[in-house]
T-cell receptor, first 115, second 113 residues
Framework: QQQVKQSPQSLIVQKGGISIINCAYE??????FPWYQQFPGKGPALLIA?????SEKKEGRFTISFNKSAKQFSLHIMDSQPGDSATYFC??????????????FGQGTILTVHP | EAQVTQNPRYLITVTGKKLTVTCSQN?????MSWYRQDPGLGLRQIYY???????DKGDVPEGYKVSRKEKRNFPLILESPSPNQTSLYFC????????????FGPGTRLTVT
């Protein structure tokens, strides 16, 4: 059972364009929604994260939009650059008890930005 | 430099031959976990540890063992590897206070023939 569903599986964008990756979750107990970026041969690294008490968070060219009622959140990459080419994972977690720290990941999106 | 290290980075083995993948972090983190990454499935948690001598199963624990005798180390043990355990494995750690960011190691690519 995939509790966090991510789309699309792959995305090709031209340099300067906007990349949008979407995720939907099922468990309403989730209270932390990070996005991780992974380059080939490397481990995932935290890119940006949001909590459900805000609808949007922006850090540079990266923005998370969060819709609590729809149980959806998305990553927007503005002015996409070839250096942004990587695999992106959304994730969700909740702080309660023994589940602390456990990340439930989406399936991943391979982003390719053409120069 | 704050980091999570894993060894080996690449491993090819045969069915049934016991192996251990080591994981070490130098950030004094309480929480450590193991994930496996498979195409189309994202990363799935295998085991986690809240602190020394405290471990528990994640979503896909079958065929794996872990131990946490020291705070910095969290080895993953495959007692009798099978081909369906061929995967990319990541160790991660985080603190239980403040930021919930998890720091991932560089990964171990395991092939079981």
């Amino acid at each position: 059972q995939q509790q966090v569903k991510q789309s699309p599986q792959s995305l090709i964008v031209q340099k300067g364009g906007i990349s949008i990756i979407n995720c939907a979750y099922e468990n309403t107990a989730f209270d932390y929604f990070p996005w991780y970026q992974q380059f080939p041969g490397k481990g995932p690294a935290l890119l940006i994260a949001i909590r459900p008490d805000v609808s949007e968070k922006k850090e540079g060219r990266f923005t998370i939009s969060f819709n609590k009622s729809a149980k959806q959140f998305s990553l927007h990459i503005m002015d996409s650059q070839p250096g942004d080419s990587a695999t992106y994972f959304c994730a969700a977690a909740y702080a309660g008890g023994t589940s602390y720290g456990k990340l439930t990941f989406g399936q991943g999106t391979i982003l390719t930005v053409h120069p | 430099e704050a980091q999570v290290t894993q060894n080996p980075r690449y491993l090819i083995t045969v069915t049934g031959k016991k192996l251990t993948v080591t994981c070490s972090q130098n950030m004094n983190h309480e929480y450590m976990s193991w994930y496996r990454q498979d195409p189309g499935l994202g990363l799935r948690q295998i085991y986690y540890s809240m602190n020394v001598e405290v471990t528990d199963k994640g979503d896909v624990p079958e065929g794996y063992k872990v131990s946490r005798k020291e705070k910095r180390n969290f080895p993953l043990i495959l007692e009798s590897p099978s081909p369906n355990q061929t995967s990319l494995y990541f160790c991660a750690s985080s603190t239980r206070q403040g930021s919930r960011e998890q720091y991932f190691g560089p990964g171990t690519r395991l092939t079981v023939t």
